[in-house]
């Protein structure tokens, strides 16, 4: 049935199901058999690792607790290729007092003002969303979701950064749809708007899509809840769904080995959610927090019980004491060892006293969650769990959740790396007449990742809860928390996995700064930061070298632009065969607006008002997606990074918010002041009419960092020309808005429904064939 | 003060939204449990929109046969003015206190887009602050939204001004007629796919069109 049932091989389930009694692989058989052979590099455990775990237990582990330990020290469970790196976002994190709870815990909580709090975390699914995309990606909703949950928070909105192959690749057909399903029908479900995100194709994902997604909770300061089990006495409770054999193997197995032909065969492993379950979860979740029923609580997710208990246990005083055989069955011939590693999705592990279990219960029977008390807080110090009374498990819980190998990794330069930074564009013909230029237009405009993915975001509910302020195509994501006063937030997830490929250390930069753009660009205070670290095998060297400078890169970042990460992913282990993808760090920048209605929309809607470029515009086409659309090439470097020049944007970007100066504003990115430009334009239904000092192809497609083009209200005018004078952000004023096309003087004109045309009708085009 | 009641279903989504229009539209918005046998005495109710019971078996089905429901039904047939919206409208079909079904979209899709409607019937207890014929623009979202019925059942609707709203520009999911709402005979219950509940602010909505659906019922309650 799985992976798992060979831990044992003497042992098989009975016909009822209960595989108890002498041949039950407990404490004791585990001591009178010390030399029994155990699966552990099936499970992904490495000679040193399992010598260590019979060093810890002074014996060998018996197979439940070889199952803790297996899905504990998996790479996506313990960070032990990424420890070492991760730590710097800490040592080097800037002075502030936005962080209510930092990195470790759940997800991080940043206070948004007005006793309010927010948490905010993104994840990865990408191994089981291309193995099964929709319950891949359905299931990695639920997961983030859960996450947010158990902090205390109310979840408020989803966004998602999707990659995928080509295309117009043939799996692309498959995974795309699927994946777009499987997020509709579990975040539909569950009542929560999906406010933003990307969906970016490359060759490199053609085998190995990234599905990131993201999720925001909000809180008020004091409603905030950790995962410690404490209090001797107090009763573990696991409600939610039933435990059932899905994704068992997920963690350790899916997770953690290198993509190959049998991936397919996995199939078994990838859990299947029940968004149903989630809202009820999610609903009876805050009713149980607002009652002040809940001590501790944790969710399941990764490494499911093993996680939960070894977690609070290990984040508590004491120890715990849990009777697996207690855990309600979906499949009743599950083993005590598939108990701990099984996946089941919408399940949730509380800590209560014992007066309020009789309430407890009550709230879950409201909502027909099921809920049953699986064991206790002890003061042993250690986790022990029975089996029919057999004693199973018995270990110090710290040892499994958080102190598990820690490894540095050999590192260095891939080999092609020089000369993939000496094949720079420079060679590449650029458009050399009117008419040229007029089809670069048009083809960026109409390229996949550019192209409009109305697709993809019409098959999301972005208006459920009524506070959506802004959503994709928007800048960033704007979410209200407080009717009264308008308090609210911004939220924007971006990655660059050529740039990252070009030079990681400034690819992480480049991607923290688009963010940070985004959110500003709203109008909104960027706050803080968190991440999803894509990248592929760290036992090759050149991924690891990768992955070094790109954390060293985002946390120097960080510090300078003075907003801490509050927590993030890594998922490693993305290639095909000894094919990588390019490395693909996506961050997520956190922005507070004191009231949304002060936002910024992107549109250029006011006929008449003056088009003002920010920033400054240099021979950039590293990486572009210029290179990457007209000659699939990549190589040289990737845009200059200018934080300080990025912080400047900003500033004036949320000043001119708060004064009302801007009728629209959009970030220039990927495709550069054109592509801006076009988006603005059509978002509007306005044409826009340019004018360009010097070459019209860089002005115009270079992707030179911390720009953006705004539209000036005209009574705004001088105040707006002062504030930027005063950030020392340089500007020039580069047309207006009106008229029905996009034009550029000297240059070209195409009427705005050929721009719709060409920018809408590619990604219909390529999925619903 | 008119109170208007909001049902709350396992799984209802858009419960809060209705709640806000209420209260935006001068109301007084009444939060109702699924399981409870009061209607606390509204005045009106709304069957808000989500998916109730996760939309197992069919789309409305089980929320159909809610304790509250088997209070409601006597309630509308007696002329208590109920909106039911999307998954409301759903329920509300499988309770047969409207017509027809809802099945899935044409498209096969989750369609979420800010959508053309023009109000046919400015009758009903939900749309009278509307003049007949205006065009409005509110969002739509659904997986279930397509309106079918018997051709018989599809001319009496049409004869009798029963359909209350029908889609302008595009059908987003496929329904007969471009049938977005419909109303029963006497004009108390009515059902719509699309979200009013979701277009009564402009800093949230594409526009504030949805909220004559909701003034519609508080101002009749006021003049009743």
New interface residues.
């Given amino acids: 049935m799985s992976e798992v049932s060979e831990l044992n091989p003497e042992l098989s389930p009975e016909p009822n199901g209960v595989a108890s009694g002498p041949r039950t692989d407990g404490v004791a058989r585990a001591r009178a058999t010390p030399d029994h052979p155990q699966p552990y590099k099936e499970l992904g455990m490495n000679d040193e690792e399992y010598g260590r775990v019979r060093d810890i237990l002074g014996r060998r582990p018996t197979a439940s607790e070889l199952a803790i330990y297996s899905v504990m020290w998996s790479e996506h469970c313990s960070y032990k290729s990424s420890k070492i790196y991760l730590r710097q976002f800490g040592e080097k994190a800037p002075k502030t007092d936005a962080l209510l709870v930092g990195m470790g815990e759940n997800a991080g909580v940043v206070d948004v003002g007005q006793g309010w709090a927010v948490t905010f975390k993104v994840e990865s699914h990408n191994h089981p969303s291309f193995v099964e995309p929709y319950q891949g990606a359905a299931t990695g909703v639920g997961g983030i979701v859960r996450d947010i949950i158990s902090m205390g928070a109310r979840p408020v909105a989803v966004m998602d950064s999707l990659r995928l192959g080509a295309a117009d690749a043939p799996d692309t057909r498959r995974v795309l749809p699927g994946v777009v399903?499987g997020i509709?029908?579990y975040g539909?479900?569950?009542?929560l708007p999906n406010v933003g995100g990307e969906t970016v194709f490359d060759p490199c994902y053609q085998d190995n899509p990234l599905v990131n997604a993201l999720c925001i909770g909000v809180l008020r300061h004091e409603d905030i809840h950790r995962a410690s089990a404490s209090g001797t006495g107090n009763k573990v409770i696991l409600y939610g769904a039933y435990t059932g054999p899905d994704g068992i193997g997920g963690a350790s197995v899916l997770a953690s080995a290198t993509f190959d032909e049998e991936s397919q065969a996995k199939r078994p492993s990838v859990q299947v959610g029940?968004?149903?379950?989630e809202?009820?979860l999610i609903e009876c979740s805050l009713d149980l927090f607002k009652a002040g029923l809940v001590e501790g609580i944790q969710d399941l997710g990764a490494a499911g019980v093993s996680c939960a208990t070894t977690e609070l246990a290990a984040g508590g005083s004491g120890g715990m004491a849990v009777r697996l055989d207690a855990v309600p069955l979906r499949d009743p011939n599950l083993l005590p060892e598939e108990i701990l590693m099984s996946e089941s999705q919408e399940r949730m592990m509380a800590v209560v006293t014992p007066e309020n279990v009789e309430a407890f219960m009550a709230v879950c029977a409201?909502?027909?969650v099921p809920a049953t008390v699986i064991g206790e807080v002890t003061d042993t110090g250690r986790l022990v769990m029975t089996w029919h009374d057999e004693v199973i498990v018995d270990i110090p819980p710290r040892t499994a959740a958080h102190d598990g190998p820690v490894y540095e990794r050999p590192v260095a330069v891939p080999a092609d790396q020089a000369a993939l930074q000496a094949d720079t564009p420079a060679r590449l013909p650029r458009p050399s007449n009117r008419d040229e230029l007029r089809k670069t237009v048009l083809w960026l405009a109409g390229s996949p990742n550019l192209a409009a993915k109305d697709w993809v975001?019409?098959?999301?509910?972005?208006?459920?809860?009524?506070?959506?302020?802004l959503a994709q195509p928007e800048n960033a994501g704007v979410i209200?928390l407080d009717?009264e006063s308008g308090l609210g937030v911004a939220l924007s997830l971006d990655g660059n996995g050529r740039y990252t490929r070009l030079d990681p250390y400034a690819g992480a930069q480049l991607a923290l700064s688009e963010a940070y753009r985004n959110v500003a660009a709203t109008g909104a205070q960027p706050l803080a930061v968190t991440n999803c670290l894509n990248f592929g095998s760290p036992e090759d060297p050149g991924v690891m070298w990768q992955f070094a400078r790109a954390t060293e890169g985002l946390a120097d970042a960080c510090l300078m632009l003075g907003i801490p990460v509050t927590g993030g992913n890594v998922s490693f282990y993305n290639q095909t065969g000894d094919v990588p993808i390019n490395p693909t760090p996506v961050i997520g920048v956190l922005g507070v607006h004191a009231d949304?209605?002060r936002r910024t929309a992107m549109a250029f809607a006011a006929e008449g008002h003056k088009l003002v470029l920010l920033g400054t515009t240099y021979d950039e086409f590293g990486g572009s997606e210029w290179a990457h659309v007209l000659y699939g090439h990549l190589g040289g470097t990737p845009p200059q990074v200018n934080l300080p020049a990025e912080a400047a944007l900003g500033s004036v970007l949320v000043t001119s918010a708060q004064e009302g100066l801007l009728s629209g504003a959009h970030d220039i990115s990927d495709g550069g002041l054109s592509q801006a430009l076009v988006e603005a334009s059509l978002r509007g239904g306005l044409g826009v009419r340019v004018a360009l000092q010097g070459d019209p192809f860089v002005e115009l497609f270079s992707e030179s960092v911390a720009r953006a083009v705004v539209a000036v209200r005209p009574e705004a005018e001088a105040r707006f020309v002062d504030i930027c004078a005063q950030a020392g952000v340089p500007i020039s004023t580069i047309g207006v808005v009106g008229g029905d096309s996009y034009t550029v003087d000297g240059a070209f004109t195409i009427p705005l429904h050929e721009l719709r045309e060409a920018h809408t009708r590619t990604i219909p085009a390529l999925m619903d064939q | 003060m008119a109170r208007v009641g909001v049902i709350t279903f396992p799984g209802s989504l858009d419960d809060r939204d209705a709640q806000r229009a209420v209260r935006i539209a001068g109301g007084e918005p009444v939060a109702l449990w699924h399981a409870s046998t009061s209607l606390e005495g509204v005045d009106a109710v709304v069957l808000p929109g989500g998916f109730s019971y996760g939309d197992y078996l069919r789309a409305g089905a089980i929320a159909r046969f809610a304790p509250l429901m088997e209070e409601l039904i006597p309630a509308a047939k007696a002329g208590l003015p109920v909106l039911g919206i999307c998954n409301g409208f759903q329920v509300l079909a499988e309770a047969h206190l409207l017509p027809g079904a809802l099945m899935p979209n044409a498209s096969g899709h989750f369609v979420c887009r800010d959508q053309r409607l023009r109000i046919e019937n400015a009758e009903t207890a939900w749309t009278s602050e509307f003049g007949a014929g205006q065009e409005i623009v509110v969002p739509l979202k659904n997986m279930d939204g397509r309106f079918t019925a018997s051709a018989e059942t599809i001319a009496e609707l049409e004869a009798e001004g029963r359909v209350i709203a029908r889609y302008v520009d595009v059908n987003p999911n496929g329904s007969i007629n471009d049938i977005a709402g419909v109303t029963n005979e006497a004009g108390n219950v009515v059902g719509l796919m699309p979200h009013p509940e979701h277009a009564v602010e402009s800093l949230t909505g594409p526009t504030t069109d949805g909220l004559g659906f909701f003034t519609s019922i508080v101002k009749g309650l006021i003049n009743a």
Avoid: A, H, W
């Fill in positions: 399903s509709g029908g539909n479900s569950l009542g029940d968004p149903f379950m809202k009820l409201k909502y027909e975001t019409s098959q999301y509910d972005r208006y459920v809860l009524g506070n959506t302020v209200r009717d949304v209605r």
